[in-house]
Protein backbone atom coordinates (compact mmCIF):
# COMPACT_ATOMS: atom_id res chain seq x y z
CA UNK A 1 0.00 0.00 0.00
CA UNK A 2 1.11 3.50 -1.04
CA UNK A 3 0.24 6.53 1.37
CA UNK A 4 -0.08 8.24 -2.04
CA UNK A 5 -3.38 6.78 -2.80
CA UNK A 6 -4.68 7.04 0.20
CA UNK A 7 -5.78 10.27 1.83
CA UNK A 8 -6.70 10.05 5.19
CA UNK A 9 -9.89 11.45 6.17
CA UNK A 10 -8.21 14.25 8.16
CA UNK A 11 -6.50 15.79 5.67
CA UNK A 12 -9.53 16.82 3.61
CA UNK A 13 -10.49 19.14 6.37
CA UNK A 14 -7.50 20.31 7.31
CA UNK A 15 -7.02 21.54 3.88
CA UNK A 16 -10.95 22.71 3.72
CA UNK A 17 -9.96 24.82 7.03
CA UNK A 18 -6.21 26.00 5.22
CA UNK A 19 -8.41 27.60 2.79
CA UNK A 20 -11.22 28.82 5.23
CA UNK A 21 -7.89 30.76 6.92
CA UNK A 22 -6.29 31.77 3.72
CA UNK A 23 -9.33 33.04 2.93
CA UNK A 24 -10.15 34.61 5.91
CA UNK A 25 -6.12 36.31 6.10
CA UNK A 26 -6.71 37.75 2.74
CA UNK A 27 -9.77 39.33 3.52
CA UNK A 28 -8.61 40.69 6.66
CA UNK A 29 -5.70 42.20 4.56
CA UNK A 30 -8.11 43.57 2.18
CA UNK A 31 -9.56 45.50 5.10
CA UNK A 32 -6.57 46.19 6.23
CA UNK A 33 -5.27 47.76 2.98
CA UNK A 34 -9.12 49.87 2.53
CA UNK A 35 -8.45 50.84 5.87
CA UNK A 36 -4.80 51.67 5.11
CA UNK A 37 -5.70 53.94 2.11
CA UNK A 38 -8.88 55.59 3.86
CA UNK A 39 -6.69 56.90 6.55
CA UNK A 40 -4.02 58.06 3.97
CA UNK A 41 -6.46 59.79 2.61
CA UNK A 42 -7.42 61.56 5.90
CA UNK A 43 -4.29 62.52 6.62
CA UNK A 44 -3.70 63.73 2.82
CA UNK A 45 -7.11 66.19 3.13
CA UNK A 46 -6.12 66.73 6.50
CA UNK A 47 -2.55 67.42 5.06
CA UNK A 48 -4.56 69.21 2.15
CA UNK A 49 -6.76 71.32 4.82
CA UNK A 50 -3.70 72.27 6.96
CA UNK A 51 -1.81 73.87 3.33
CA UNK A 52 -5.13 75.75 2.57
CA UNK A 53 -5.76 77.35 6.29
CA UNK A 54 -2.06 77.91 5.66
CA UNK A 55 -2.44 79.72 2.62
CA UNK A 56 -5.49 81.42 3.53
CA UNK A 57 -3.77 82.78 6.69
CA UNK A 58 -0.86 84.02 4.43
CA UNK A 59 -3.60 86.05 2.58
CA UNK A 60 -5.96 87.41 5.15
CA UNK A 61 -2.36 88.22 6.72
CA UNK A 62 -1.33 89.95 3.18
CA UNK A 63 -4.93 91.81 2.91
CA UNK A 64 -4.26 93.06 6.20
CA UNK A 65 -0.74 94.26 6.02
CA UNK A 66 -2.70 96.13 2.72
CA UNK A 67 -5.24 97.74 4.15
CA UNK A 68 -2.80 99.69 6.97
CA UNK A 69 -0.15 100.59 4.59
CA UNK A 70 -3.58 102.16 2.99
CA UNK A 71 -5.03 103.37 6.12
CA UNK A 72 -1.32 105.02 7.07
CA UNK A 73 -1.74 106.27 3.55
CA UNK A 74 -4.93 107.94 3.91
CA UNK A 75 -3.74 109.04 6.85
CA UNK A 76 -0.76 110.70 5.73
CA UNK A 77 -2.45 112.67 3.27
CA UNK A 78 -5.37 114.24 5.83
CA UNK A 79 -2.69 115.17 7.32
CA UNK A 80 -0.86 116.58 4.85
CA UNK A 81 -4.56 118.15 3.38
CA UNK A 82 -5.18 119.22 6.64
CA UNK A 83 -1.90 121.74 6.82
CA UNK A 84 -2.64 122.78 3.89
CA UNK A 85 -6.15 124.27 4.26
CA UNK A 86 -4.67 125.37 7.21
CA UNK A 87 -1.92 127.77 5.68
CA UNK A 88 -4.84 128.46 2.69
CA UNK A 89 -7.23 129.67 5.69
CA UNK A 90 -3.90 131.90 7.07
CA UNK A 91 -3.25 133.24 3.60
CA UNK A 92 -6.83 133.98 3.66
CA UNK A 93 -6.69 135.65 6.82
CA UNK A 94 -3.44 137.75 5.94
CA UNK A 95 -5.53 138.86 2.72
CA UNK A 96 -8.62 140.04 4.55
CA UNK A 97 -6.33 141.67 6.76
CA UNK A 98 -4.17 143.62 3.77
CA UNK A 99 -7.49 144.49 1.79
CA UNK A 100 -8.64 146.14 4.95
CA UNK A 101 -5.52 147.78 5.80
CA UNK A 102 -5.94 148.97 2.18
CA UNK A 103 -9.34 150.12 2.37
CA UNK A 104 -8.60 152.14 5.69
CA UNK A 105 -5.94 153.36 3.96
CA UNK A 106 -8.07 154.85 0.49
CA UNK A 107 -10.35 156.10 3.42
CA UNK A 108 -7.94 158.20 5.32
CA UNK A 109 -6.91 159.62 1.89
CA UNK A 110 -10.41 160.40 0.63
CA UNK A 111 -11.05 162.08 3.26
CA UNK A 112 -7.63 164.53 3.48
CA UNK A 113 -8.89 165.08 -0.17
CA UNK A 114 -11.82 166.44 1.20
CA UNK A 115 -10.39 168.44 3.58
CA UNK A 116 -8.08 169.73 1.02
CA UNK A 117 -10.85 170.30 -1.05
CA UNK A 118 -12.26 172.41 1.55
CA UNK A 119 -9.73 174.31 2.66
CA UNK A 120 -8.95 175.03 -1.26
CA UNK A 121 -12.39 176.47 -1.50
CA UNK A 122 -12.58 178.17 1.63
CA UNK A 123 -11.43 181.78 1.58
CA UNK A 124 -7.87 182.13 2.66
CA UNK A 125 -8.24 183.80 6.56
CA UNK A 126 -4.59 184.80 6.60
CA UNK A 127 -4.76 187.52 4.05
CA UNK A 128 -8.25 188.71 6.12
CA UNK A 129 -7.97 190.30 9.80
CA UNK A 130 -10.56 188.99 11.64
CA UNK A 131 -14.04 191.17 11.16
CA UNK A 132 -13.30 192.47 7.80
CA UNK A 133 -14.16 190.72 4.51
CA UNK A 134 -11.73 190.37 1.93
CA UNK A 135 -10.81 193.03 -0.56
CA UNK A 136 -10.00 192.20 -4.37
CA UNK A 137 -6.44 193.39 -5.10
CA UNK A 138 -6.36 194.90 -8.38
CA UNK A 139 -3.01 194.17 -10.70
CA UNK A 140 -2.69 198.16 -11.60
CA UNK A 141 -2.96 199.38 -8.02
CA UNK A 142 0.31 199.25 -7.11
Do not use: R
Request: charged share 25%; glycine share 4%; with cysteine.
Amino acid sequence: MSGASVKPSSWGSTASLTKKVSSMISKKLEDLDKESDMYHGELEDSQTYHAVLWYNYAIQDKELELQWEELNSKCANAEIEFCWEQDLKKLDIELKKAEESALSHQIELVQLQITLKALEQAPSLSTTAPGKTPTPTSPSSG
